[in-house]
């Protein structure tokens, strides 16, 4: 894999913070979206995966390519998905969500297909652990999606399914953790993420009370994981990562609520 980093931009973006990475195509950026999603820009060419207006959309751009992994408010947000499109924005989304979103297009599990120069395939997210909230196979998808000569994959809510272990040569990871029913605990991410052995990995969708805070402001969360802290969480993932050469990088993905 070929991939030597760049400093982080010297802007500072609300509610996001913009990142970067360098391939052999140029600087690519990378901005976090509230709990589960980010946007990606190299050049002209913008890819926003799973964005989630509750915290706003301020320091984001009209995407060319639009990507949606499962049909929950968090993830499928069409009041965001609209802010963030024109009439050229291509949509790309799992069949569960068509009827929230008609205009976009269905992409099912291992398929591929290219959007403005961008080569997308649809990985395949859901449980090995049975309990609520199910993630059922074939329902939703992760994605893996090469700009600028690196492939970055966005796992989506998934455990480390086969097809997921399948993947090879992916530069940059986004991979969820803690989530319901002691799914992708910090050692189990840790563990997939060592199988994909990316340079730079994400840990997000990690921090569940947050989300139903942002959604429902009564939710009374205790902050728990287990018994860890949210942050003991990410310290557990970095530390298990500790030794794997791979760089651990803890985006904006949860700015303070209001």
Known sequence: MFLSLAPAVAAMLTPALADTVSGPEGEIGITAITHNGAQLVHGDTIVTVDPWGVMGLEGLQTADLILVTDNPGHHLDPEAIAALSDA??????????????????????????????????????????????????????????????????????????????????????????????????????AECTRLLNPDVVYPYHYNQGYARRAANPEFEDSGLVNGMTIAETLDAFEGELADSGIEVRRGEFYPPLP
């Open 88 to 189: 050229d924005t291509v949509v790309l989304m799992p069949a569960n969500s068509s009827q929230r979103l008609p205009h976009g297009m269905v992409i099912e599990n291992g398929e591929e297909t290219t959007v403005a120069g961008v080569e997308i395939e649809a990985i395949a997210a859901y449980d090995i652990i049975p309990g609520a909230p199910e993630h059922l196979k074939g329902d939703a998808n992760g994605y893996v999606v090469t700009l600028g000569g690196l492939r970055f994959f966005f796992a989506g809510v998934t455990e480390c399914v086969d097809e997921v272990r399948a993947l090879g040569g992916i530069d940059v990871a986004f991979m969820p953790m803690n989530i319901p029913v002691g799914r992708m605990n910090p050692e189990a991410a």
